[in-house]
């Protein structure tokens, strides 16, 4: 396990156990066997932690959409299977997700950081999607889909009999059903 990969074990042990505003950053680089040096080499701060600094997920939902830009499909069930590509990430992690959900859901400051975290992700997809698409269609497609995302991930939480991937389908559908096509 990478130094980094420890530190993000070792703090969010510490954090469920302790709390987050309880924890400090010595703690976290003590558990995790390594200098604070170290850790301020891999994270600004211990909130970094706990969030994906170089929107990975926003990379990854981008990526696709842009290898199947080539595809007739709309630009929101698009960035849907941009999503539903990628969800294993969140399924092989399981445990891990859980826990930083409920860490971020304790702390109000977390919280914010996470909501700024979303509109990076929309931006990335709005990016992607602007290549084929208007610039207004991409971008009310990619929050819709960002929407799609996380109440599927919710929904996805409290519920582990149903994968993430089936989740953002069937919100996906209910969203297709209810508003898309309706007469």
Not at 49 to 54: C, P, S
Not at 102 to 125: C, M, P, T
Request: glycine share 2%; aromatic share 10%; proline share 1%.
């Amino acid at each position: 396990m990478k130094s980094k990969e420890k530190l993000q074990a070792a703090a969010v042990k510490l954090f469920m156990e302790k709390g987050y505003e309880n924890t400090t950053v010595q703690e976290i680089a003590s558990l995790a066997g390594v200098t604070e040096r170290t850790f301020f080499r891999q994270f600004k701060d211990k909130s970094d932690v706990l969030f994906d600094t170089n929107n990975e997920l926003g990379q990854w939902v981008a990526a696709f959409i842009t290898d199947n830009l080539n595809i007739e499909t709309k630009p929101l069930k698009l960035a849907v299977e941009g999503f539903v590509s990628n969800s294993e990430f969140f399924e092989s992690s399981r445990e891990r997700v859980l826990a930083r959900n409920q860490i971020i859901q304790s702390n109000s400051d977390l919280q914010e950081r996470e909501l700024l975290k979303g509109q990076v992700l929309i931006a990335s997809i709005t990016s992607s999607l602007s290549a084929k698409y208007d610039s207004n269609l991409s971008e009310l497609a990619a929050r819709f889909a960002v929407e799609i995302f996380h109440m599927a991930y919710n929904k996805w939480m409290t519920n582990a009999e149903i994968s993430l991937a089936e989740q953002l389908l069937a919100v996906y559908e209910l969203y297709e059903n209810s508003f898309c096509c309706v007469d």
